[in-house]
């Protein structure tokens, strides 16, 4: 019971002992008991609310944060497209996305107060915010997953905007107050007009985001649609290129990938993925550029909110936290609107020639790849459900009547977004072509730059003229800007020059002991061998000799975990065989605990046999514990032991002279030689493996795989160079071991 209410019933029994007091009178202020309690029911479940109100802040302020990286991702990587890396439309941004517009969701909340209706309307700015941020990541989609996140936003926007117009229609986006001064005041009527439009503003703005809402949910479903055609054109273009590639490497007489050669395949990859890219051809769209209009424009009525002070007035449950909520969404509005105003010029970035600027000014040109996909859909069979012949045939026509529907919608939406985008790209082309032309005129009238024009134009265009071959667009008509050609140059070579301050120096410092001389006796292994396994097993022996100072074993230690880093590369590149995997997989979890724990399968290495004092007994304590272990049933265990057992029985049967008596240092020595030898083997086949990742047959995932192969190149390229100066041989993975798994 409330304490409204306590208070209450002391108060009427107090009026009841007064014999005064008529019974009517206290019978009448007995009737309000159900209304108190009501109250104070309805008083303790908006406590919580506040709360509420914090979760919608903080849900924003993640999806701000996300944005916001977005934004610091493009700029860094000079990708003015912005694509979205962070912040893409799926099932967990989505959720997140539901919690930031619970304001103008929420029906029964009575918001009379200014700032809650600044938030609440705010929250539609957002909205249209983040649905502007997300629409390139549709690109990075396969059908089921676009199809699937397409349906989940339309519901969300479809429920927000059934809402929001319940919500103008009964009036809780108006100032109340207002209302009732128009009502009462005299003078108010002959200005009644302007006062009504005051008193429902926010429902007016409200109405305008519902338009907006509706506009990107088309655009979403417009864009989707091309999105589809779209990647089956790139990818036809990708592979004809790629084939292209590979003729031109298998010609080369010398087969030797160097340095050189892998900078220039990585590039020709890099130019192939990141023109062919679909969020590439996404943010350089009509839609999108729509898109961004769309969220410039609604960025523009929090401004104005905020531009007339009306944080104060906060009347709703949730209390203080609207305007918390306010302003995360309004620095959420500001900054998220910077990456989509951004691409409405995202072609300015990758064109400017004559062709560009006229298929962008004949606006009522749709493109064969918006509609293309409508078009199968229409001319396609589909199977029947209907054995009548008489109710197939209407069925068809109602389905073909349906996509000309839908071709002609779509063709009218196209337009209808070429409009738009045509507004700020007149602006900007009109601006840069009279900087051009400015810039022209200088060096035509100056002798010396027309000397310039002249030698050094023909220069450039031979420059790029390679380059050019792996510009793959949509349009065939599309001539790339030289700049553009420039500026993916400079990107991949970044990329290299920043990996290549990340070189493995440890592991350069180990393969130095191989190059000088490589003695390994190359034999094909068994099946059973790879690379990494028989690399952990030689390192636990060499570690494990107490004698050994530990600046030597840490050396080890360092240059071997640098180099199980690329052996994994090509392990995973050349292998992919069950049993290699399971060996992987198995050194993957032995080597931590060697490197982290100094133990092997659970026992101290240094300690696995405190009376042993030789390396020749070392040696045999270890065969010995392995052979006891290759009969466990726990898969890992059986591996490693058994790899442990045929390493230690190799070394002890040798033809080592003095293998009886050697000491710790020889063997350490030995045992480090040998590591170098198989890392300095295994590691000449990195070229192969940069080749090989510079391809990939998922259209979405190109760009990054040809990221991968450039920075793989950046961290590799003294270890290629040194290989190569060395001849040392190119073998595939599990080709080079000893007799039973290891160089001796």
């Known amino acids: 019971m409330g304490s409204n209410l306590f208070e209450y019933n002391q108060i009427l029994n107090q009026l009841k002992t007064y014999t005064n007091i008529p019974q009517h009178l206290i019978s009448s202020f007995s009737s309000f008991t159900l209304l108190i309690y009501q109250s104070d029911q309805q008083n303790r479940f908006s406590k919580p609310m506040l709360w509420i109100g914090i979760y919608i802040a903080l849900a924003s302020l993640v999806?701000?944060?996300?944005?916001?990286?977005?934004?610091?991702?493009?700029?860094?990587?000079?990708?003015?497209w912005f694509p979205c890396k962070y912040f893409t439309l799926n099932a967990a941004s989505l959720s997140v996305i539901a919690v930031t517009i619970k304001l103008p969701m929420d029906l029964n909340n009575s918001m009379s107060g200014r700032m809650d209706l600044d938030a609440k309307v705010g929250s539609l700015a957002f909205m249209c915010t983040m649905m502007a941020n997300t629409l390139p990541s549709l690109a990075t989609m396969d059908n089921k997953e676009l199809l699937t996140n397409i349906i989940a936003l339309g519901v969300l926007v479809i429920t927000l905007v059934v809402n929001v117009c319940i919500q103008i229609n009964t009036g809780l986006l108006s100032l109340n107050h207002h209302e009732e001064?128009?009502?009462?005041?005299?003078?108010?009527?002959?200005?009644?007009?302007?006062?009504?439009?005051?008193?429902?503003?926010?429902?007016?703005?409200?109405?305008?985001?519902?338009?907006?809402?509706?506009?990107?949910?088309?655009?979403?479903?417009?864009?989707?649609?091309?999105?589809?055609?779209?990647?089956?054109?790139?990818?036809?273009?990708?592979?004809?290129?790629?084939?292209?590639?590979?003729?031109?490497?298998?010609?080369?007489?010398?087969?030797?990938?160097?340095?050189?050669?892998?900078?220039?395949?990585?590039?020709n990859y890099w130019i192939m993925a990141g023109t062919s890219s679909p969020v590439f051809v996404t943010a350089c769209s009509a839609t999108t550029s729509a898109s961004g209009v769309i969220c410039a424009c609604g960025a523009s009525f929090?401004?104005?909110?905020?531009?007339?002070?009306f944080l104060s007035d906060y009347k709703s449950d949730y209390k203080w936290s609207m305007l918390v909520i306010f302003l995360t969404q309004f620095i959420g509005v500001i900054l998220g609107s910077i990456a989509p105003i951004s691409r409405c010029f995202a072609d300015l970035s990758f064109n400017m020639s004559i062709i560009w600027m006229w298929n962008h000014i004949n606006v009522f040109k749709v493109e064969?790849?918006?509609?293309?996909?409508?078009?199968?859909?229409?001319?396609?069979?589909?199977?029947?459900?209907?054995?009548?012949?008489?109710?197939?045939?209407?069925?068809q026509k109602l389905i073909t009547l349906v996509m000309s529907i839908c071709i002609g919608f779509q063709n009218m939406v196209v337009v209808a977004c070429k409009m738009i985008a045509f507004i700020p790209i007149f602006f900007v082309v009109s601006v840069l072509c009279c900087i051009n032309g400015w810039k022209w005129m200088k060096t035509v009238c100056s002798s010396k730059g027309a000397h310039v024009l002249v030698q050094h134009r023909p220069a450039q265009l031979e420059k790029f003229k390679d380059l050019r071959l792996y510009i793959l667009t949509l349009e065939e008509d599309i001539e790339v800007a030289e700049r553009t050609l420039e500026g993916i140059t400079k990107s991949v070579n970044l990329v290299i020059q920043k990996a290549a301050k990340n070189q493995p120096n440890n592991l350069m410092k180990l393969l130095q002991e191989s190059c000088s001389d490589f003695k390994g006796n190359v034999t094909t292994s068994h099946a059973e061998d790879c690379w990494s396994l028989t690399l952990v097993t030689l390192?636990?022996?060499?570690?494990?000799?107490?004698?050994?100072?530990?600046?030597?074993?840490?050396?080890?230690?360092?240059?071997?975990?640098?180099?199980?880093?690329?052996?994994?590369?090509?392990?995973?590149?050349?292998?992919?065989s069950n049993d290699c995997l399971s060996m992987q997989k198995a050194a993957k979890s032995l080597w931590v605990e060697v490197e982290v724990y100094h133990k092997w399968l659970g026992n101290k290495l240094r300690k696995l046999a405190p009376q042993v004092k030789t390396a020749k007994q070392i040696l045999e304590c270890f065969r010995d514990t392995s052979e006891n272990m290759?009969?466990?049933?726990?898969?890992?265990?059986?591996?490693?032991?058994?790899?442990?057992?045929?390493?230690?029985?190799?070394?002890?049967?040798?033809?080592?002279?003095?293998?009886?008596?050697?000491?710790?240092?020889?063997?350490?020595?030995?045992?480090?030689?040998?590591?170098?030898?198989?890392?300095?083997?295994?590691?000449?086949?990195?070229?192969?493996?940069?080749?090989?990742?510079?391809?990939?047959d998922v259209i979405e995932k190109r760009e990054a795989s040809a990221h991968a192969?450039?920075?793989?190149?950046?961290?590799?390229?003294?270890i290629i160079n040194t290989l190569q100066d060395h001849q040392l041989p190119r073998l595939n993975t599990c080709e080079v071991f000893i007799d039973n798994g290891v160089l001796i």
């Open 63 to 80: 999806c701000t944060l996300a944005m916001v990286a977005d934004l610091v991702h493009g700029i860094r990587n000079r990708k003015l």
């Open 181 to 267: 001064r128009l009502d009462s005041n005299e003078e108010a009527k002959d200005q009644s007009p302007y006062m009504y439009a005051y008193a429902h503003r926010y429902g007016i703005v409200a109405t305008v985001y519902v338009g907006f809402l509706l506009m990107l949910l088309i655009i979403y479903v417009c864009s989707s649609i091309a999105i589809l055609k779209s990647k089956q054109i790139l990818n036809s273009k990708y592979q004809g290129a790629h084939e292209t590639t590979l003729n031109d490497v298998q010609s080369d007489t010398t087969g030797i990938l160097t340095v050189d050669k892998l900078k220039q395949y990585v590039r």
């Open 302 to 309: 929090p401004v104005l909110m905020l531009y007339f002070g």
């Open 368 to 395: 064969s790849y918006w509609t293309q996909k409508l078009c199968d859909w229409k001319h396609s069979s589909i199977p029947f459900l209907v054995s009548s012949r008489k109710n197939k045939i209407i069925v």
């Open 539 to 576: 390192t636990t022996v060499a570690i494990s000799l107490p004698d050994i100072p530990d600046e030597l074993t840490d050396r080890l230690l360092s240059g071997v975990s640098e180099g199980l880093v690329y052996v994994t590369l090509v392990e995973e590149t050349f292998n992919a």
């Open 630 to 696: 290759t009969a466990a049933e726990v898969e890992r265990l059986n591996i490693c032991a058994n790899s442990m057992y045929r390493v230690t029985q190799t070394i002890l049967l040798s033809d080592h002279p003095n293998i009886n008596n050697i000491s710790q240092e020889e063997l350490f020595n030995k045992l480090t030689t040998r590591i170098a030898d198989i890392l300095a083997a295994c590691l000449s086949n990195l070229p192969r493996v940069i080749a090989m990742k510079c391809h990939t």
């Open 709 to 718: 192969a450039a920075r793989l190149l950046g961290e590799t390229m003294k």
